[in-house]
């Protein structure tokens, strides 16, 4: 097979999985769940701010990290530049799954035609490698699902390709090669941040390899390490308290919560290996698999396939298999289990698999060179519609059963969806696939509208803010499943308070119902946040005391306004109050706060440097300066402050202990054994002041 054929076929493969897929999207597109909607979101907000969509603009560079608090940014920027293209209707969206296909499908067809040799033969096997590819029930699945799992799968398969191209032993070792290499391995950490999980050995494997290589190859390391390194620190610095936090949750509270089995127990261990018949069918698992087990049968036998069939790369396979055990040893690791998690996993193995299917087309030529022509591609083609048949049969069933709902309806009914409106903000009580705080912000967005949905109810604390302050509350009829009590408490209290008015109803396809209401015109809302603010800020003077009830209160407010409105005001207020006297304490804490809440850690401490002046025997400014100042990646002048503080307050544990810890960071390894000792000490000190608030408050 020539290139211009290859290739020529290539494209052919994607066309026609495109088309496949766009059937599917047009017939069955249903309503984006919490997650889908969640990154929908994302990939709004990265449009939005890049000025590709109405609503938005560039604010700069700060402004675009703090859309990826959790996440990394590239794969809901590359998503929001498609929507700029092809629309922000989902099934529009998601002509970015059809583009990162195209990519999955080229880096399993490199990846293939890097295990084989020579290149005429090796595209066939290919060919034969991006179809399985095609045909997977868990990638079919992932194209037509709005996640991040087929960004990830693309991302991580195009890079272990290019680090074994970079590995392989037929070429003298390229800096070029090495560049593309560490490019590859960027765009997939900072796609998502599980791709380590894949990356970390793959990675470990390449430092080994390098180090007992030649100067040359050693240098090539340094530069793919540099090149990460300056890709993923933009985000990284900014984010990583929140993304260490997120990650936090996302992996073990949320196995804690969901009773995943531990990594050390049996049931942990065939986790994953139990989903396999299902995520790559039993068609192409049996026929690859007993190819292979033809293969070592073969090789032991002291069969040498003839020269027109090829010969595989030995180093190239040791490389793939390596990944493949290496990954899913790491991915099992992991406390929180998922069958999207082992996805990226799979190209790797359906080119093993492809390579069983390859091994009984050279058996068949064999077996009857007469019809060497045309029987083993007659019969890889019937083996690959009985593989086909059960994948689509299974995402039919599966796409048919997608969520259906007013949302649309409700929304428009909000006021969302409208180019140019008033920001606001919908309460959303109930929280199903169909309709929740997620897909109601996609929609409300949609066109440039400003409305975004926000869940309360899930604590009683919730009933009185939503009564005194929000403007729109959404609620449900019927039969919701299983519902907290404090959300039927809020449910009740908005049907009864005569603060709200029903403005409309809307059926659910499964029976009940959804209701909007609307805050009566003659039952005006309580002063906003804004003018309650500065009092909460300054609080922060009390030290960690007051940090519980400021949190408890951003949390409720940051619901009830899902555009922070309140800080512009407060900000304002506090400026003004700070032209008038520059010394003054409840502006500075209110500045410093805000600087907090926005995650600027800089201008945070520009506050509380000020509050140093003004409150010199007050040891919490100089605390919460060391903290922001570590936050913001700057522990030696975080130890300076501490430790300027501590001298000038005399001994304060807390103070101590930040600056311990903050020069262990900066490179002050021999205060180890200090910081271990003064750091727990701290930790008591803020546990006695938490205790003591919460003692106070009951």
Sequence with gaps: MGAGAFRALLLLLWVLSTAADRLWWSRHGGLPAWD????????????????????????????????????????????GAVIAVSGDAPAQAAWSLSLWNGLLLLATAGWALSLRSPQRLAREFALLAAAAVSLTPMLLELRTDYLL?????????????????????????????????????????????????????????????????????????????????????????????????????AVIESAAREGDPGVLTLAGWFWYPRLIPDQIGWVLLVIGGSGLLLLLQQRRSGLVAPPRDGS????????????????????????????????????????????????????????????????PGLALAAGGLAAATPAWMQQSARLQNRHQGPLAAIVRRAGGGVPGAEPSTLIVVPSTPDLNQHNVSYYGRRNGGQLVGRQLGGSRAHVQPVLDYAELVLLAEGDQGSVRKAARRLDRAVRDSGVFTRVDTFPRPDGGSYSLWRRRADVPASPGFDQRFPALASALERGPSGLDPIFRSVAIEHMLDGHFLYRGPARKAALARLNIDSGDRQARWTLALLAVLANRPIEASKQFAALEQVLPDNPWPSAFRAVVLLAGWDPAQAAAVAAAANTRLGDQPVLMGLDASASVLSGAIWRIPEAIDLVPKAIRVIEQSLGTQENASS
């Design 36 to 79: 889908q909607a969640d990154y929908l979101n994302s990939a709004l907000d990265h449009g939005r701010v890049l000025g590709l969509l109405p609503g938005g603009g560039w604010q700069g560079w700060q402004a675009l990290l703090d859309l990826s608090p959790k996440i990394p940014p590239l794969g809901s920027l590359v998503n």
């Design 149 to 249: 799992e087929l960004p990830l799968t693309a991302c991580v398969t195009l890079a272990l390709w290019r680090l074994g191209c970079w590995l392989g032993p037929t070429r003298p070792s390229s800096w070029w090669q090495a560049f593309v290499a560490a490019l590859a391995v960027s765009a997939a950490l900072l796609v998502k941040q599980s791709a380590l999980l894949v990356l970390i050995p793959a990675c470990a494997w390449v430092l080994v390899v390098a180090l007992r290589s030649g100067v040359r190859r050693q240098a090539q390391l340094a530069l793919g390490l540099a090149v990460v390194t300056l890709s993923l620190l933009p985000w990284l610095r900014h984010n990583w308290i929140t993304t260490l936090g997120g990650t936090n949750r």
């Design 312 to 375: 595989d790369r030995a180093q190239a396979w040791s490389w793939l298999l390596g990944m493949l055990l290496l990954g899913w040893l790491f991915t099992n690791l992991s406390p929180n289990k998922d069958s999207r998690y082992i996805a990226p996993l799979l190209p790797p193995l359906l080119l093993l698999l492809s390579r069983g299917w390859l091994q009984w087309g050279l058996w068949l030529r064999r077996r009857w060179p007469v019809q060497a022509r045309w029987l």
